[in-house]
């Protein structure tokens, strides 16, 4: 059997009255790659928080190792991203990488860290003339330093151009390859999509989907009913609603009944589409109540 190498188990984290992870359960197994996805706010960040020992659960339990997260045993064998990006601003990043790799009792060799990431180029120049796109990609190398075993990745390319981004993903397959394990959370369903073996999606603070990303793919065999109308009845089977002024998708897995039901309701509507649903669709299924009063135009 795979061990696990962290797991939560029936965690509640609660803010006053907001609950920001409510009853989540879930093992993270070694040689994974987790993607976690879901709107802002649905309780990602507090969930790797709570996994890397920055915050406790209210109720339930979180392990990390077999240990609670905040025992240094668990902590030597984990790696996350900063949530900043403050460096020395004089040294050069090599030499930053060498201040972080001196923690630990393993690290990984400069060389081999620059090579993985694909910041030969900026081995020798000070921390603070770095792009921010470059900072950004050595503060994510630098959880890896200490050869983790699990490292935590939150959000880490939100707001760096496609090409850095790429990078940074050649690097985290790479150390996939090798055996790590690693949870992603990430605005970019084509990042989860590229990294992920296994999606879990969050919505106000629970798992409502845990699948392979293969699996929600072909839930993306939903299907897209897109017309222009002022007015939609709620009709059955519909799992979810995108509206952009009078324009209104329908997402279902019966796109023949929903047309059926949609003419059967008599509502005035207008240049009918049907296509095929995306990732992004299946996702947006997840996250999406279906209306149960017309929406607005
Ligand atoms: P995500 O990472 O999915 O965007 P978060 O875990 O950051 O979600 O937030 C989940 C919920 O908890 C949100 O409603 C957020 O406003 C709230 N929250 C997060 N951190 C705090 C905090 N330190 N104090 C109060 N509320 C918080």
Not at 56 to 81: C, I, N, Q, Y
Not at 145 to 163: A, H, I, K, N, S
């Amino acid at each position: 059997m795979t061990e696990v190498l962290a797991r939560a188990s029936g965690v509640t984290r609660r803010y006053g009255d907001v609950v920001a992870v409510d009853d989540l359960s879930v093992e993270i197994p070694a040689g994974q790659l987790l993607g976690l996805l879901g709107p802002n706010g649905a309780g990602k960040s507090t969930l790797i928080n709570m996994f890397v020992g920055l915050r406790k659960p209210t109720s339930g339990a979180v392990e990390l190792f077999g240990h609670d997260p905040r025992d240094v045993r668990a902590r030597r064998r984990m790696g996350m991203t900063p949530q900043e990006t403050g460096m020395p601003e004089t040294l050069q990043a090599g030499e930053v990488i060498e201040f972080v790799a001196a923690h630990y009792p393993n690290p990984i060799s400069r060389k081999e860290l620059l090579a993985q990431f694909h910041l030969e180029d900026v081995e020798r120049r000070q921390t603070g003339g770095l792009s921010g796109g470059e900072k950004r990609r050595l503060a994510i190398a630098l959880a890896f330093v200490g050869r983790p075993d699990l490292v935590f990745l939150d959000e880490p390319t939100t707001g760096l151009d496609v090409e850095v981004r790429r990078a940074l993903w050649d690097g985290v397959k790479a150390y996939n390859a090798a055996g790590g394990t690693a949870v992603i959370t990430s605005h970019y369903l084509e990042e989860i999509e590229e990294l992920a073996q296994r999606v879990i999606i969050i919505d106000n603070g629970r798992a409502v989907a845990d699948d392979s990303v293969d699996a929600l793919r072909r839930i993306s065999g939903l299907r897209k009913v897109t017309i222009r109308a002022l007015e939609v009845p709620a009709l059955p089977g519909v799992v979810g609603v995108e509206q952009a002024g009078d324009v209104v998708s329908l997402i279902t897995a019966d796109s023949d009944q929903l047309v059926r039901d949609l003419v059967a309701s008599g509502a005035p509507f207008a240049d009918l589409e049907v296509s095929s649903g995306s990732l992004e669709d299946a996702f947006l299924a997840y996250t999406t109540k279906a209306p149960t009063a017309a929406p607005t135009a």
